[in-house]
Each structure stands twice: as C-alpha cells, then as structure tokens.
C-alpha cells in the first residue's frame, strides 16, 4: 500500500515547519510548490495542498516577510523558527521535513540566503548531517515516490 492509499495522520508541526522553509524568502515559488507535489509532500505529511498554502500564508505573515531582509536569524525570528522546529519530535519526521524542503528550496536552481539560513539551521538544531540527508534523499528513489520516512534509514551522526 502507498500513501496515496492510506494518507498520513495530519502532522500540523512537520506541515508548519516545511511551510516555513518555502516561506523563508519572502514568497513562495510555484516551482517549489510542484516540487514538492512531485515528492508527494502533502500525501506525506496528510495535509491538503489547500491547508499547506495557507500555512506557507501565516508564516510569511508571522516571520517570512522579515527573513528576507537580513542575513542572519534574529532574536524574536530565532524564538519562532525554534519553537516550529521544537515541536517536530520524532527523528524520522524531522528527516522527511528536511529532505522535502531540499526538493522545495532547490526547484529553482538556486537556494537563496534566507532559505539557506532556516534550512541549516533545522539541520543544526536537529542535529541532521548532511550525509544523513544525503542517504535519505538518495534511499528514496525516484522522483514521485510515495516511501514514508520511516522506511528511511537513520543513523546517528558520526
């Protein structure tokens, strides 16, 4: 069985962290958005495509908007960034959101500064190598594929 015949149960925290990651620049690319169709994303993480866009809303409301502005996190941007990526517990979930932004934040041949600032930081706080991303990226087979994070390996950094 696939997640397209069995939806995830609706992860509010996972959808909420990947929103912010297409929100991290200010704006959300249609390309970003077919990337992560392409990835089966919203089956994924059993939120409608709908619902993620108005996430990807609030948080270019909340915080996007002033990410795009510096280059580096700020203090109330840091706090917020935190408490999203704090409420993702579980490691294979944390995997799947980082390896979904990746498709996300490069569907249009280029990572901006801001993407790259969020993202690096949910590796970091996360504490996700990027050779652990890189196996999970590389582990889930071709565009479109409907594995779930946890057939992912994981392993602790090393």
């Known amino acids: 069985m696939t997640t397209r015949d069995h939806p995830r149960p609706y992860s509010a925290a996972a959808a909420r962290v990947l929103a912010l990651m297409v929100a991290a620049n200010g704006r959300a690319d249609p390309r970003e958005l077919q990337a992560l169709e392409d990835v089966d994303a919203f089956a994924r993480l059993g939120v409608p495509r709908e619902h993620f866009l108005a996430l990807v809303n609030e948080c270019l409301k909340d ?76 582990h889930d087979g071709s565009r479109g594929s409907t594995r779930r994070a946890t057939e992912w390996p994981v392993r602790s950094p090393g």
Do not use: N
């Open 63 to 138: 915080v996007g908007y002033g990410l795009a502005e510096c280059s580096w996190l700020r203090a109330r941007d840091q706090a917020y960034v935190d408490r999203l990526l704090d409420a993702v517990v579980d490691p294979q979930e944390r995997l799947m959101v980082c390896r979904l932004a990746a498709a996300a934040v490069t569907a249009d041949g280029h990572v901006s500064g801001d993407e790259r600032l969020v993202f690096d930081h949910a590796l970091a706080r996360w504490r996700i190598s990027r050779s652990m991303l890189t196996e999970a990226i590389l």
